[in-house]
């Protein structure tokens, strides 16, 4: 008999007959004699629907109102899964975050959890109820309703796995746990079973869309175990932990991530003086255009390049910053490409195994990839190549480290 | 200046553009002054659709979260409102039933208001913000979300303007005031400037759909000024007060009020002896019959004759009841008719006016109307007539009682 938090999304409780296979699925781990705390967002839709009546009255909304709407949305949600239970012989009882209390800091529209009053919870699941929270908001000091923004259904899961302190926090989404890469690039992509707090991180915020990086950070922080399931479908899915070093020896490589989202910008023949970078980078910072990559070449003589890469539509803004710059720094030329991807391998392993960096551009190389770019972290390596060859590269390096080949520690 | 208290039903708030219409009504009391507090309902058409959800799912769904369900039409309306008062630059603030508190008991989906907290609403008001409050709902004190019942937000208004001691509690509707009687009906219906809680209560009852009943009665119990108003058209309205003796004598009948909803049942030859008056209306009343008026005649021997009406949605299975009891009781017979309808004139003025009943009797009688039924209290007259006499009843008796004649007393 285990603690389990479960998350169910916008499209699992899309309409009236998945929150029935909800209801389903929650009562057969209760048959199994697990205790039960539910988290479910708005059904999907709703908060569009709410906020295209917020925008058409007022733009932007205020704040503080615009909480007070969106969060009807799950409201909605956690009152209509707790008769399908009830109506399944499976007593459960609602719970909007202030009524919780999932005490928040006042930013709202992205507020962040400060505590949690477990006691309610705890109470009922001691009677045998199972429990069903309101995601993604909560309360302040003052008694507002709060929203944690976006996405944020799987924070409230996590941080309340971490304050109940449950066994296992499962996020339930459309795809059956967390692929080594993209399966629709790559064929061979295969289910982890396991993935590390740090690679899901990496992996994550690098375009893998299946858990939003917020949660997987608390679920680090609080060591959470978290595990990516499919709603409607059974499967074991993908259990994210921290890194277990009695177990097995782990995979070098364990995915690989890639985005299409970017745009690479240089400064070329800029003087390599103390301060160019920040000359360069704050007017762009100023004009909240958000930077991924940046990469300094050292110059050959008194110049050096500069070069970095920001979200595709920030492109054509950036380029005109960059022009202004370039022409007071007195810098040669700017140029620009937004044609392009970028291709991350992600590994724990690779911390202990030399040569994987290599092992990566050996095999761009063997098919004749350019890389335009290169930037490293303890536990990934990201490669900017032309767009055009992104598939190419994707599968070439997922079968280069025999990631398709589970459970074999692949040699660097 | 005075302190405000407004009400706006579903159909007044039932688009972004009437909620930005009901902006500009409040930022105009506001300009003149006002403290406004502002009750709403939910969006019309809103409730609605978050029952038919709840149907769908489980049939009768749970009350806990039947409130937690439904409550959510109000919350987005209060949001709504807010942005719209925000962007006019007239500051605003939302509160939902719980944020308030407005503590009731724990009757689920027809709970009661128990206690109103008042402190941040005269904080807010102190700021100069405008309150906007959800009505139909408050909190027990559990911390569960309730509801009134349909229709509360009349209660939550003057429930709010006795907390706060308003000036007045204005609610806002499709009709620009309280009539005589139905203006389809009878062309020269005129709207009444005031009327007394008493004569409210007796045309809300007997049909006139204006405002809830439970409202009215709360309204007169806190001595609340109470005055309905048309939502978007300019106007006095109609004031509900206490009678106030010192102000010029009003009309003996302020009134007429009719409906078409019941239907008549007779038992005839029934045993004249202690008891028979429960041993019929008992089991109507376990099978859940609404019994309006009861007639017994005094028998000529040793029977007598009950009659009472019903809804005429509960015509047949009142029917069946009384067949089964007519024969326990060895009546003669059960006859009944669902073709007739209520007529009613109201007034406080008729208790001190003798004859009122009589020229009643007679315009009818002028018309060749007969009278089926007769029940009086102290401030009404009521009696059943055939359905297809009502409009020419209605008539006689507006003209008979001068209610075209504004500020006349009428001569009984």
Do not use: W
């Amino acid at each position: 008999m285990a603690l389990i938090v479960q998350k169910y999304g916008g499209t699992s409780v899309g309409t009236v007959e998945r929150i029935e296979a909800v209801a389903e699925k929650v009562k057969g781990f209760r048959e199994r004699g697990d205790d039960v705390v539910v988290v479910v967002s708005a059904m999907s839709g709703e908060t569009n629907r709410l906020i295209g009546l917020a925008q058409e009255i007022q733009s932007p909304p205020t704040a503080r109102e615009m909480d007070v709407l969106v969060s009807t949305g799950e409201q909605v949600t956690i009152a209509l899964l707790c008769m399908a239970l009830n109506k399944r012989g499976c007593p459960a009882r609602s719970y909007t975050g202030s009524q919780v209390r999932i005490l928040t800091d006042d930013a709202h529209t992205k507020a962040r959890i400060r505590d949690i009053d477990d006691e309610n919870i705890r109470r009922d699941l001691k009677a045998g109820r199972v429990v069903v929270v309101a995601g993604f908001q909560g309360v302040d000091e003052e008694g507002n309703i709060t929203t944690l923004g976006r996405g944020g259904s799987d924070t409230t899961g996590v941080a309340l796995a971490a304050a109940l302190k449950a066994d296992e926090c499962q996020i339930y989404t459309d795809v059956d746990g967390v692929y080594t890469t993209d399966p629709r690039v790559v064929d061979s992509a295969r289910r982890m079973d396991r993935i590390t707090f740090e690679e899901m991180l990496e992996m994550a915020s690098l375009g893998s869309k299946v858990l939003q990086i917020r949660a997987v950070e608390f679920a680090g922080k609080y060591k959470v175990p978290l595990r990516v399931l499919h709603s409607f479908q059974d499967g074991p899915g993908t259990l994210i932990t921290i890194e277990d070093d009695s177990a097995v020896e782990r995979p070098v490589i364990s995915g690989i991530a890639f985005n299409r989202d970017e745009a690479k910008l240089t400064v070329l023949g800029v003087p390599d003086i103390p301060g160019v970078a920040s000359r360069i980078l704050g007017p762009v910072s100023e004009a909240n255009v958000e930077v991924d990559m940046i990469v300094q070449n050292i110059g050959d003589d008194q110049t050096t390049d500069f070069t970095f890469t920001v979200h595709r539509n920030d492109y054509e803004k950036a380029s005109e910053i960059l022009q202004r710059v370039s022409a007071e720094l007195g810098a040669k030329e700017v140029v620009g490409n937004n044609k392009i991807a970028k291709v991350s391998i992600v590994g724990v392993g690779m911390r202990s195994h030399a040569g994987v960096a290599s092992k990566m551009f050996t095999a761009l190389a063997d098919d004749s990839i350019n890389i335009q770019l290169i930037s490293t972290s303890e536990i990934k390596i990201s490669v900017i190549i032309a767009e055009k060859y992104l598939e190419l590269a994707v599968r070439g390096l997922h079968s280069a480290f025999e990631l398709d080949q589970a459970d074999v520690v692949s040699e660097a």
